[in-house]
T-cell receptor, first 112, second 113 residues
């Protein structure tokens, strides 16, 4: 099968760190993406990591990649109420012809 | 500020009516995607095009759905006849290559009564 899996829901308190997890399917994936969807809007790219990297940091965001376990995580430091959204991970292994495979999305709720 | 645009943003129609949704991809992008999002099914890929030619439409119900790219600046998704189970948010996205970053439009929220 071709399922990218994510937990459905995560609730954190404002100021805490959030960790959203994803398991993907193909060890030959080239890029792995994190998208954010705010209410009433389309998905927006947050960050991505190339498969030969273990970690990528971008301000409050840290992406960790464990290729052996096919596990991807997104850590959001100092989570704010504006981070409340649905977060999708997606994998790519054929940038020419094969569309991204998206996970089901994790709804992050940030409590004030 | 290059963006994917979609029209209409909202559509309410009655069962059996034809619905046409339009998308203008970002200029220069050669790949266009149509997705459907519902609470129950999540985000589903319906079809995608590269250089205006369909690459994969296996996610689309063929009996009532059709997708076309009349030219490089317009993609259409048509449902005829529409049914209540088609109620969803339909997203268009564009990009350079099928597996590269996709830029999403704001979506068309369709309600079929």
């Amino acid at each position: 099968g071709e399922d990218v899996e994510q937990s459905l829901f995560l609730s954190v308190r404002e100021g805490d760190s959030s960790v959203i997890n994803c398991t993907y399917t193909d060890s030959s994936s080239t890029y792995l993406y994190w998208y954010k969807q705010e209410p009433g809007a389309g998905l927006q790219l947050l960050t991505y990591i190339f498969s030969n990297m273990d970690m990528k940091q971008d301000q409050r965001l840290t992406v960790l990649l464990n290729k052996k376990d096919k596990h991807l995580s997104l850590r959001i430091a100092d989570t704010q109420t504006g981070d409340s959204a649905i977060y999708f991970c997606a994998e790519s292994w054929d940038t020419g012809r094969r569309a991204l495979t998206f996970g089901s999305g994790t709804r992050l709720q940030v409590q004030p | 500020d290059a963006r994917v645009t979609q029209t209409p943003r909202h559509k309410v129609t009655e069962m059996g009516q034809e619905v046409t949704m339009r998308c203008q991809p970002i200029l220069g992008h050669n790949t266009v995607f149509w997705y459907r999002q519902t609470m129950m099914q999540g985000l589903e890929l319906l079809a995608y095009f590269r250089n205006r030619a369909p690459l994969d439409d296996s996610g689309m119900p063929k009996d009532r759905f059709s997708a076309e790219m009349p030219d490089a600046t317009l993609a259409t998704l048509k449902i005829q006849p529409s049914e209540p189970r088609d109620s969803a948010v339909y997203f268009c996205a564009s990009g350079l290559g099928a597996g590269n970053e996709q830029f999403f439009g704001p979506g068309t929220r369709l309600t079929v009564l």
